[in-house]
């Protein structure tokens, strides 16, 4: 119970209130954007990395899950076109590789922080923010393996292969989210941190 009312203070909640709005703006909204060989999508893990470092592992999980539901809206009411097809295919499957890839991807992140910062807390942010592009695109894959006829099916247009499919994932996608979260959530821990010390101190 004391640790349940140690979460919930109002900044905690609001700073989880916040960074699943820029969950849900970066997929949601912002999913389908262009941005090089991928999407703004893939700014969405360093919220949840974010979480997860500053909150701890649930709630990293948390919004590692809200990640996941935001894919799926993305497929269900958006322009992912993959996404459509393949919840039209394996509808199950489909929903099911979304909201475990996000939710142990935010999970993992907390875990993994709190186990390094034992030893120091500045390596522990890079792992975490690190781990969150590795465990997301690694639960894809394997969940592409149990469905890979159906995405075959959908790259059959394209005449894409898919040990061609799993290329272009570790490349166009997976690099770039690994780079993003790997400079942008140490770099805005950091930020969040000197902000809360000086309102600490003025209040």
Known sequence: MQTRKKFFTARNVATLGILAALVILFQGVLGMVPLGSTTCGAFALVPIALGAILLGPIAGAFLGFLFGVMAICGGLFGGDMFTKTLLSLVPLQTVLI?????TLAGAA??????????????????AAAAIAPVVNTGIFLLGALLIKDAILAVMAENAVSFGAFVILILTANFLFEFIISLILSPAIYVIMQVVTKQMRRRS
């Open 98 to 102: 979304c909201l475990v890839k996000g």
């Open 109 to 126: 992140c907390g875990l993994l922080y709190r186990l390094v910062a034992k030893c120091n807390a500045h390596v522990g942010v890079f």
